[in-house]
């Protein structure tokens, strides 16, 4: 279970390991002085902790509250470190956070992916009125159409079929199976 908590100064990010799983992990790695990666995008320090476990703690129903980001004009300003990249990420307060705006389909950090695109190490801004911003219905495009694990196996058989069909007879027409489904709207 993870959830975004809104507070006075920011954002909070609750996080309780889900059932079966053992709770206490968390907590180890933070204790050894690691950053500790929650939900495969999102890394705290135990300085974002900011309910410490104590040695009466039961981790079973114990639910870790991070300090995610604190509020900042008319945006909420995440530290790079916490989505893995070198710059900080404003974000409109109009935006509702889930972990579906920083994370696509294979886990893959929506934030990363922007960051890698830009050739400057200014803030990565969703929406608001700051200038070089993403407008926020540009963003939730993005989300929309930001290729689906249904998508990337298309692909990914298109690739191999363009390779092996010169030599290997008997092939589906893999190439032509990903080109209509982007016929088909997904362009």
């Keep these: 279970m993870l959830n975004f908590r809104t507070t006075k ?12 799983n053992q ?9 050894s002085g690691k950053s500790t990666e929650v939900s495969r995008v999102f890394s705290f320090r135990k300085a974002d902790l900011k309910n410490p476990p104590t040695n009466k703690t039961d981790f079973d129903e114990y639910v870790y509250t991070f300090r995610f980001g604190t509020f ?15 710059r900080d990420v404003l974000v409109s307060r109009e935006l509702r956070l889930k972990r ?3 994370v696509a389909e ?5 934030m990363k992916r922007l960051s890698d695109l830009l050739d400057n190490d200014e803030p990565i801004v969703i929406g608001g009125g700051r200038a070089g911003n993403i407008p926020l219905p ?3 495009e993005l989300l929309r159409r930001f290729p689906t694990t249904y998508e990337l196996n298309r692909y ?3 690739r191999v079929h363009t390779i092996l069909s010169q030599y290997v007879d008997g092939l589906k027409d893999a190439r032509g199976f990903y080109e209509s489904y982007l016929d088909n709207g997904q362009r």
Excluded at 9 to 20: I, K, N, T
């Design 156 to 158: 990914a058989a298109a």
């Design 9 to 20: 100064a920011g954002v909070d990010f609750d996080y309780q390991p889900e059932l079966g």
């Design 106 to 110: 294979r886990n893959v950090s929506i």
């Design 72 to 86: 900042e004009d008319e945006y909420l300003r995440i530290p790079g470190r916490v989505l893995s990249i070198e």
């Design 100 to 102: 579906s705006v920083f």
């Design 138 to 140: 540009v963003y939730q």
């Design 23 to 31: 709770h206490q992990w968390v907590w180890e790695e933070m204790k």
